[in-house]
């Protein structure tokens, strides 16, 4: 398939634990973006990547929050010591340069819950 | 005052019906719009773009007015596959948030026999 790919797909974990939410995106887009849908809420940008670096990190919520990507392509989000604010779907989108025109394409995202 | 604001529905119509969502933006350096549609427990996808011309595809037509900063959607002739949340998307320019995507709450949209 050439979407973005997001694993896991569901990912249940204990507060307190370490979790990393993995993205690939489209093949040569340069531009990607995480965001999270919690329950009963709209989508809420999280960090921007152009190639390795992120000029945007303005939504993650806390410091608890990380992300990376390597190589231009593989991003990973990481959780620290989760909290059960944290569940939600973590949603990546991908474009193929960041022009104000080009759509973003979604992956599926990752359930997170929090017990 | 949310930057992305929709209607918030939900929307119950019958097959066939003419339905129109409606949504305003604050932040008037916004560049670029889209509609999106969001099915149940699955991701957000591009429905269509909104350029300032107005446009139409299919059944869809989308008007942007820059100076209310009011984007519409409006679907004819409506189909159950139509049922779904409708999230309007707005993209602003320039700055280190270039290329952000800010989402309304989204209307949900029924469509029954």
């Known amino acids: 398939g050439a979407g973005v790919s997001q694993s896991p797909s569901n990912k249940v974990t204990e507060k307190g634990k370490d979790v990393e939410l993995r993205c690939d995106p489209i093949?040569?887009?340069?531009?990607l973006y995480w965001y999270r849908q919690s329950l009963g809420q709209g989508l809420e940008f999280l960090i921007y990547?152009?190639?390795?670096?992120?000029?945007?990190k303005s939504g993650l919520p806390s410091d608890r929050f990380s992300a990376e990507r390597t190589g231009g392509s593989v991003s990973t989000l990481t959780i620290q010591r989760t909290q059960q604010e944290d569940s939600a779907v973590y949603l990546c989108?991908?474009?193929?340069?960041?022009?104000?025109?080009?759509?973003?394409?979604f992956g599926d995202g990752t359930r997170l819950s929090i017990l | 005052r949310k930057e992305v604001e929709q209607d918030p529905g939900p929307f119950n119509v019958p097959e066939g019906a003419t339905v129109a969502f409606n949504c305003t933006y604050s932040?008037?350096?916004?560049?670029?719009f889209f509609w999106y549609r969001q099915d149940c427990r699955k991701e957000p996808k591009l429905l269509m773009s909104?350029?300032?011309s107005g446009n139409e595809d299919g059944r869809f037509t989308a008007q942007l007015n820059r100076a209310s900063q009011y984007i519409s959607l409006l679907i004819r002739d409506s189909k159950l596959s139509d049922s779904a949340t409708y999230l309007c998307?707005?993209?602003?320019?320039?700055?280190?948030?270039?290329?952000?995507?800010?989402f309304g709450q989204g209307t949900i949209l029924t469509v029954h026999p």
């Open positions: 989108a991908s474009s193929p340069e960041d022009r104000p025109i080009k759509p973003q394409h």
């Open positions: 932040n008037s350096a916004s560049q670029s």
């Open positions: 093949s040569g887009h340069t531009a």
């Open positions: 998307v707005v993209r602003n320019a320039g700055g280190t948030s270039y290329g952000k995507l800010t």
């Open positions: 909104v350029y300032s």
């Open positions: 990547f152009q190639g390795n670096s992120a000029p945007d």
